[in-house]
C-alpha cells in the first residue's frame, strides 16, 4: 500500500426528508445563494423543498448552471455574490452544479483573472466561501470531495482543479430526489461512478486489500442495482444504493494508497468539449478502447476484475481479459450508454484536434505509469471509433 | 438502508514516515500534551520519533494510560492540564489511550461530577480540547471515530460515550509503528476489529449493499492478513492491510443506516470489569455464543456470511450458520484468542454477577432486535462456559 492522507470532512446526511435539515447545517445569520441548474428542481419538488426548510434565511437565487459548467456562467455568479454580500453557498443539483458551485467559492476573493484557479490546479487558492449541498443526480462524487471540472465554452477546455478549501460543509442525500431522473441521466451517472471506481482499481496491484474489496464493492452494486433503477426509477433501496456507491466512488476513499489512472477522463474530457457529448458518454467510449490497449501493463488487476467481478476464472488469461473488457462494454450498453464515437455518427476526422486538445492541455503523459502519451492517446481514440 | 448522518473529519495521515509530519498538523503555538500508556513507545522508538517532529513545541507528557483507561488515571491528567494551561492534546498508543485522551478533552471544562459525560454518554459535551493521535495499536478504530471506552476501577463499571467534539484531528497511521507489537495484542486487534465489523453487519437485511460489500472487505481482509501479521511481524504490507482495515470497522462508515448490534461489547465490557480479561478475549467468547442463540432472528445475515466470507453454500441453512459461526471460533483460535470461559481458568459462579452489572448499567433490552434480555444474555454467557 502506498501512503496517503485522506481527509473527508463533509457531513453526509443521507435518506428520506434530508432537505428539512438543512437548518441545522447552515447558520441562521448567513447569507445564502441558493445554485441549481436548468429548473428541473422546480419540476420535481426540490425547490419547494429547499425554500421551505430555509424559511427565514436571507436567500437568494442563482440558476442556469449548466451541465459542464460554463467559467462565462459561473463569473457572473460570482459578480452577484460580490454585489449582495453573499456567504454561503447552497449547490442543489448534480455534479455539474456543485463543481461550479466550489470555482465560484474559490474566484470570490480569488486575485487576478479567475481562470487561473482552473489552471494552476486550484493549488493556490487560498480562501473559499462555504458550500453545502444537495444532491439531485448521483454520479460524480463532487458533494462529498474537493475536487471540479470547469469548461470555457470561448477556448473549448474542460479542465480540473482541487483544493481542501472547496470540500462541502454538508452534503444533503435524499435517494427520493433521483426518482425523477430521465433515464439518461440516470444511465450515465451509474457509468460515471463504474468509471471512476475503475480509474482507481484497474493499475496494478500494490497489495492494498481494503481498497481494492470496497472497489469492488461498489462495483457490483452498480452492476446489480444500475438496471432496477433504470427498469424502476422509484425504487428507494435502488436509488440509495446508486445514489451511496457514486458517492463513495470518489469520496477519496478507495484511491487512497493506490495508483490511479484518469486517462479515460482526461481523454473523454477532450471528446465533451470538441463535440458536446455528455461526460459519461464519453467515458464508455474511451474505456474499453484504453482497457485493450493497456492490457498489458494492467494485467493483474485486469484478471482480478475479471475473477471478483465477471466471475471469469476458465480460458487463457488473455480470453479473461477480453471477456472482462467485452462484459463492461455490454454493461455501459444495457445501461443504455453507447460505446463508439460512431454510435453518436462521429467519425474519425476530429481525432487530430483532440489529440492536439490534450497536448495542449500538457495530458502528454498520462496513465498510472505515465506512458500514454499522445500517441497512444490517439490509438485509444481510433480503437473507439 | 436507513436514513444515516456520517461525519469523518479526521484527517488521516497513513504510511511510513508520517509521524514527521506531526507539526503540519498541530499550530506551532500550542501547548501540547503527549499522552501515552506503559512505556512500550520508548522501546519502540515512536516516543523518539514524535518528541523529534514536535521539536520547538512546548511539549508535555503523561504516562501510565492503561489497558480499559482508568477513570482514576484519567482525572490526574485533568488535573495537569488545568495547572498548565496545556491547550493541545496528543494521544500516542492505541485505543485506550486515545480512549482516555478523549475522556481527557472533555472534562477540562465539564462542569460538574466528570464521571457524568460517561453515564450521560457524552451527550452534554459543550467543548473539548482538540486532540491528534499516533496510532500504534490498530485495534479499536479509536483513532477516527468520536467514542470512548472509560472503566472505573472503585466500582468495577466500564461504559462508553461519544460526542463529535472529541473526534481526532489528525490520526497518524504508520505501520512500521506495529513490528513489535506482542504477538497478543496483535491478535487481539484483529480479533476486536473484526468483531466490530460484524456487529455493524450481523443483523438483519436493510438492502445496504455498499454497506454490506465493505464489511465483507474488511472481514476477508482480516482473514487474510491476520495470520500473515503473527507469522511475519515486520510484513509490512500486511501490517498495513490489518491498520487500515481495523480503521475501517470502525469509523462509521460501514455501519451507517444499517441496524447495528452491541450487545457482545456489552456483554464483554462486564467480563472485562469483573475478570479482568483483555477487552478482545472477551468479545471472543461471547461473540459465538450470541450468534447460536440469535441465529434466527439473524438467519438471513448469517446466511450471507457464511457464503461470502466462508464460502459455504452447500447443505441445510441450519449447518451452513452452525459451520459458519464455528469457522469464525476457529479463526480466532488460530489467531491465539480463546473463545471459552473455560479457557481462562474462569468457571460460572460469576454470572450472576455479570447479568447484576448489566442490568444496573441499563443494558437489558440489547441486540438489533432489543430482544436480549438479563435472561438472555444470562444463556448467552452459560453457553459461552
Redesign the interface.
Known sequence: ?????????T????????IAKLSSEIPKDAKVLMLYGGGSIKRNGVYEQVVTALDGYDLHEFSGIEPNPAYETLIKAVAYIRENGINYLLAVGGGSVIDGTKFIAAAVDYPGDPWKIVTNGGQDIRSALPISCVLTLPATGSETNCFSVVSRRETGDKQSFGNPLVHPKCAILDPQTTFTLPPRQTANGVVDAFIHTLEQYLTYPV????????A???L??LI??GPKVLANPDDY?SR??VM??AT?ALSG?IG??VPQDWATHALGHEITALHGLDHAQTLAIVLPALLHEKRKTKREKLLQYAERIWHLTDGSEESRIECAIEATRVFFEEMGVKTRFSDYQIDDSGIPQLVAKLIEHGQTALGEQQDITPQVSERIYRAAV
Do not use: C, S, V
Not at 457531513?11 to 434530508?18: A, T
Not at 492494498?208 to 470496497?214: E, N, P
Open positions: 500500500m502506498n501512503n496517503f492522507t485522506l481527509y473527508t470532512p457531513k453526509i446526511r443521507f435518506g428520506k426528508g434530508q497489495n492494498a486489500k481494503i481498497q481494492d474489496r470496497f469492488e464493492g461498489i457490483l452494486t446489480e442495482e433501496d440509495a444504493n451511496w456507491a463513495q476513499l487512497a494508497g
